[in-house]
Nanobody, 130 residues
Framework: QVQMVQSGGGSVPAGGSLTLSCAIS???????MGWFRQVLGKDREGVAV?????????TDSVKGRFIITISKDNGQNILYLHMSSLKPEDTATYYC???????????????????????WGKGTLVTISE
């Protein structure tokens, strides 16, 4: 059974930092995984993705501020999103996701947003105040 357990999140003032974590077990061979966010009334958008070779891709609005990393611990993957210089427009519910099976081509945030993920975490709210 695939599990993606998220932690982190919360409320910080603009300019602050947060780190989100996603503990992945049951399927740890994904060729493309990452972080997505959704604001009420809008589509879910890709924020940052990473592939098996730790190649990363970011949406333009977070480049230079967010960093996605992955580590392996006791048979599970831990996916992180380190967020800094946070802005009010970063306020959203953040989800980790991963695909199962082969990912055609390069894992990019645009492709991941269009294709969608096969497994999702339950989401965690990030609120950035003015």
């Amino acid at each position: 059974q695939v599990q993606m357990v998220q932690s982190g999140g919360g409320s910080v003032p603009a300019g602050g930092s947060l780190t989100l974590s996603c503990a992945i077990s049951g399927y740890t061979s994904s060729s493309c995984m990452g972080w997505f966010r959704q604001v009420l009334g809008k589509d879910r958008e890709g924020v940052a993705v990473i592939d098996r070779d730790s190649e990363t891709s970011y949406t333009d609005s977070v480049k230079g501020r967010f960093i996605i990393t992955i580590s392996k611990d006791n048979g599970q993957n831990i996916l992180y999103l380190h967020m800094s210089s946070l802005k009010p427009e970063d306020t959203a519910t953040y989800y980790c996701g991963q695909v199962a099976g082969h990912w055609p081509g390069r894992c990019t945030v645009e492709g991941a947003t269009d294709y969608g993920m096969d497994y999702w975490g339950k989401g965690t709210l990030v609120t950035i105040s003015e």
